[in-house]
């Protein structure tokens, strides 16, 4: 009977430490940094973090070839435009400071969100830029309705929607959000 009672600790004590680590993997790969800023967007908490883990994999410092900084990979001139069209203090040397940066990316993809009424468009137009999405949508070859995008021209882009979406599917199951 003692052996029993050994074996059957030793599986619940495996069983504690892979549930721990299970955990741990979650809390490490699909962080929820600056959630107060997240929170008060009004978006979905878990597509903001799934467009800050595909855009800079939670990294404050990131900065991109072409000039996006921060954890929403902001462009100084969105983030400028941003600033003007919300009231907001336009401060480029915070766009890497978290909180700030986040607060800009969520304004600019709500911007995204009430100009295009897809949520895959809203997305493409946050990586390829809206002025390029608005010109996929008038091509009958991406677009047969104005709205919505059949095929993305770029790889790229078409690759960061996908993602993003993926990663908006595990954070509201790992989190329990609703969207």
Same mark, same amino acid.
């Given at each position: 009977?003692?052996?029993?009672?050994?074996?059957?600790?030793?599986?619940? $004590?495996?069983?504690?430490?892979? $549930?721990? $680590?299970?955990?741990?993997? *979650?809390?490490g790969n699909?962080?929820?940094?600056?959630?107060?800023v997240v929170e008060r967007s009004g978006l979905s908490p878990a597509l903001v973090y799934a467009v800050m883990k595909a855009e800079s994999g939670f990294d404050e410092k990131a900065q991109s070839r072409a000039g996006a900084v921060g954890l929403m990979q902001i462009m100084p001139a969105? $983030?400028?435009?941003?600033?003007?069209e919300n009231g907001v203090e336009f401060l480029p040397e915070k766009l890497t400071d978290g909180e700030y940066n986040v607060?800009?990316?969520?304004?600019?993809?709500?911007?995204?969100?009430?100009?295009?009424p897809r949520e895959e468009t809203a997305l493409a137009a946050y990586n390829a830029g809206e002025g390029t999405v608005r010109e996929?949508?008038?091509?009958?070859?991406?677009?047969?309705?104005? =709205?919505?995008?059949?095929? *993305?021209?770029?790889?790229?882009?078409?690759?960061y929607v996908k993602k993003? *979406?993926?990663?908006?599917?595990?954070?509201?199951?790992?989190?329990? =959000?609703?969207?």
């Open positions: 009977m003692k052996k029993g009672v050994r074996n059957l600790f030793l599986v619940f $004590a495996a069983l504690f430490v892979l $549930a721990f $680590a299970c955990f741990a993997w *979650i809390a699909y962080r929820r940094p600056c959630r107060d969105t $983030a400028e435009f941003v600033c003007r607060r800009l990316g969520c304004l600019y993809l709500r911007y995204l969100l009430r100009r295009f996929w949508l008038k091509n009958e070859r991406y677009s047969t309705d104005g =709205e919505r995008l059949e095929s *993305i021209p770029y790889p790229e882009t078409e690759q993003v *979406i993926e990663f908006r599917k595990k954070y509201l199951f790992f989190y329990r =959000e609703r969207s």
